[in-house]
Nanobody
């Protein structure tokens, strides 16, 4: 069993910053890819950023240069630092964590989602 707990969302003015966190716990042997996705009202969930086990990163074009994804393997936590936020960044942000359990089973879990609202 793997649990993900997200935190850090909120309301911020355009140009401001927020930092999201997603902590994994449970029967985890190893964590491979970690990522952040978002879903705005009436839109499909989209990739924001991903980071591999060797910290190779990938970003959506819309957030390049403004968002930074990072991970702390010891804490089993992935972060998303969001700077220069724009109203179009408003969405529910979800973390996604993939890896292996102590029973050598692969897993892929989603966090519960955290609301980010950017006012103009």
């Amino acid at each position: 069993q793997v649990q993900l707990v997200e935190s850090g969302g909120g309301l911020v003015q355009a140009g401001g910053s927020l930092r999201l966190s997603c902590a994994a716990s449970g029967s985890i042997l190893s964590i491979d890819a970690m990522g952040w996705y978002r879903q705005a009202p009436g839109k499909q969930r989209e990739l924001v950023a991903t980071i591999t086990s060797i910290s190779s990163t990938n970003y959506a074009d819309s957030v390049k240069g403004r968002f930074t994804i990072s991970r702390d393997n010891a804490k089993k936590t992935v972060y998303l630092q969001m700077n220069s936020l724009k109203p179009e960044d408003t969405a529910v942000y979800y973390c996604n964590v993939q890896g292996h359990t102590t029973g050598w089973r692969t897993f892929a879990y989603w966090g519960q989602g955290t609301q980010v609202t950017v006012s103009s």
